[in-house]
């Protein structure tokens, strides 16, 4: 699903000169790279030179959805204003949704685990519904304590 986005990163980071434990510039980065159209205004999204992000980006004609994703960008990276969670995530496609989530675990250094099984190495658009929610179960699996109230 995200096959090339690393080495993307990778090259935004070297001409950066960013360090290796920047979490909130990766995270700009990710998904940047993450979207085919962000990747090609990056230039305009976040300015090289000065190391800085460029908000007046916001107000071209980019549609929608690249636009929240750009907010959740500059909000992970330095607080940027945004709109609420609801209107940041309902805008986006399950493809940008899924790019959104990662970033926002790159940020708080919660990355991924690698895929243990053959469903969860599938891109999540080819799981089918029961995989998915199966994945969902195994991962809440794994955040299970004892002492949770709520049960």
Request: hydrophobic fraction near 35%; charged fraction near 35%.
């Amino acid at each position: 699903m995200f096959i090339g986005i690393t080495e993307k990163i990778d090259r935004m980071m070297v001409k950066d000169n960013t360090h290796p434990q920047d979490r909130e510039r990766e995270a700009l980065f990710f998904i940047i790279c993450g979207n085919h159209e962000l990747y090609e205004i990056r230039e305009q999204i976040y300015n090289f030179k000065e190391r800085c992000i460029e908000p007046e980006i916001l107000e071209s004609g980019i549609c929608t959805s690249s636009k929240q994703l750009i907010k959740l960008g500059f909000n992970l990276y330095n607080s940027y204003p945004m709109d609420t969670v609801m209107n940041t995530l309902s805008a986006l496609d399950e493809y940008n949704f899924e790019i959104a989530m990662r970033a926002i675990r790159l940020r708080f250094n919660r990355v991924l685990k690698e895929p243990r099984t053959e469903s969860e190495a599938k891109p999540i658009e080819e799981l089918n519904f029961e995989d998915y929610l199966t994945l969902c179960e195994q991962e809440a699996k794994e955040h299970e304590t004892d002492d949770e109230p709520w049960k």
